[in-house]
Each structure stands twice: as structure tokens, then as C-alpha cells.
């Protein structure tokens, strides 16, 4: 997806009298030749945790991955927003996020909270996601990530070359359900699956730090 958005961004660019060097993200006037931006991109990264449970409902999770599970299978009251229904926060979901963030040489917080970012989608039941914007579980790591180069830029040994960036904050959230959208009888219909939502998340976010390969 953010390939297919960044070629429709160069598209629209040139379109109005402007080039865009794909490998530094340098968008020039065609005309004089000079720069007039520099295209600067950061990440935010969600890895979902390999834990027995869902997050916040107790919620036993099959060992093999939800996307082979028959639909709405994996779902408790609390996932789908029953109210009256209380939440209890997974403490393995906790350990496996800390020892993430001790593997990203990350600084963990002495006081972090959860608190809701609303939004509606159909495949969101309580209307809001549980996360960790403004207390994060940690903070100011650092990832290091194996570099890949195209065939002409390859050199014997280079396969080992890596790049650092650093990473703001990790936080702990719940991931939402997953639409699913066919036709029937020429009928297009949207289907919700509740079997991923409130399973345990961790987001990775770095600064603004991307801007040439």
C-alpha cells in the first residue's frame, strides 16, 4: 500500500510541472532543476504478540494463526462490547511487549496507561481502541534492520549490511476485526470477522527519519 501511495504521490507531482527522485524522496522543479522538497517518511510499525490470550478479555487464542480460523470462533463478550462486561489486562501480553522493548535497547517507563482512541468502523464493536499514545509502555530505542540492495548495487558481502533507526516509543493496543467484502447473487455484502479483535499489539514508532535508500 504505501508503495502503490507513494508512486500515485510522484504521478500527481509530475503532473504539475515537478520530478521526483525515487531514491532520495527529492522533489525538483522540472523547469529550473532545483529542489524545492525533501520527501520524509516514518513508521509506525504493529507486531501482534504470540501469547496464549487476547489482551484485556482472557480470551484463549488457538496456537495457529487467526487468519485460518473459522470465523467469529475465537470471541468473547468482551471483545465484541457486551455491556457490563469488566476487562482484565493480560499479564503475558505485558511480559512479551517488555522483552520487545529489551530487545530494541528501549528505556521502559515507570508509569504507563492505557487510554481510548476513538473511531467507528464495523469492524471495531466498542468504538474505540485501547492504546498507548501519550504513556507509552517505552521509549528512545533503537532497531536495526538488514539492508537490501537491488543487483546492481550488491557487492560481495553485502549481504550482511544493516541500517539503524531509532524508535520514539513502543505502546501495548488491541487490534480491531477484519471486514471482509464479497458478492453473492450480485449482492456485494461486508462480512465481519470478530476472531483478531482484541488480540494484544505492540506498535513501534519512529520519528521522521526515512529519506533515501
Known amino acids: 500500500m504505501a508503495i502503490v501511495t507513494f508512486a500515485i504521490y510522484c504521478d500527481r507531482l509530475e503532473s504539475v510541472g515537478s520530478k521526483v527522485d525515487s531514491s532520495t524522496g527529492i522533489v525538483s522543479s522540472k523547469a529550473k532543476g532545483s529542489p524545492r522538497f525533501q520527501t520524509v517518511i516514518g513508521l509506525e510499525i504493529h507486531a501482534q504478540l504470540d501469547i496464549s490470550t487476547k489482551l484485556f478479555s482472557g480470551c484463549p487464542l488457538p496456537k495457529t ?11 468473547w463478550p468482551l471483545d465484541v ?3 457490563g462486561v469488566l476487562p482484565r489486562v493480560s499479564l503475558e501480553a505485558i511480559q512479551a511487549a517488555v522483552l520487545s522493548a529489551a530487545a530494541t535497547k528501549c528505556n521502559i517507563s515507570e508509569v504507563s496507561r492505557f487510554e481510548r482512541k476513538h473511531y467507528f468502523y464495523a ?3 466498542l468504538g474505540y481502541q485501547v492504546t498507548q ?3 507509552p509502555l517505552a521509549r528512545e530505542g533503537v532497531l536495526v534492520c538488514p539492508k537490501v540492495l537491488d ?3 550488491r557487492k560481495k558481502g553485502d549481504s550482511e549490511i544493516t541500517f ?3 524508535i520514539e516509543r513502543i505502546q501495548l493496543e488491541q487490534d480491531t476485526g477484519k471486514t471482509i467484502n464479497t458478492t453473492r447473487d450480485g449482492i456485494t455484502e461486508s462480512l465481519v470477522d470478530f476472531n483478531r479483535a482484541g488480540c494484544a499489539l505492540i506498535g513501534k514508532h519512529t520519528p521522521l527519519a526515512f529519506c533515501k535508500n
Open 151 to 153: 543487483k546492481k548495487r
Open 133 to 135: 499514545q501519550r504513556w
Open 81 to 83: 462490547g457486551v455491556p
Open 164 to 166: 539503524s533507526t531509532k
Open 123 to 125: 469492524d471495531l464493536p
Open 65 to 75: 494463526s487467526s487468519l485460518f480460523q473459522p470465523p467469529n470462533t475465537s470471541v
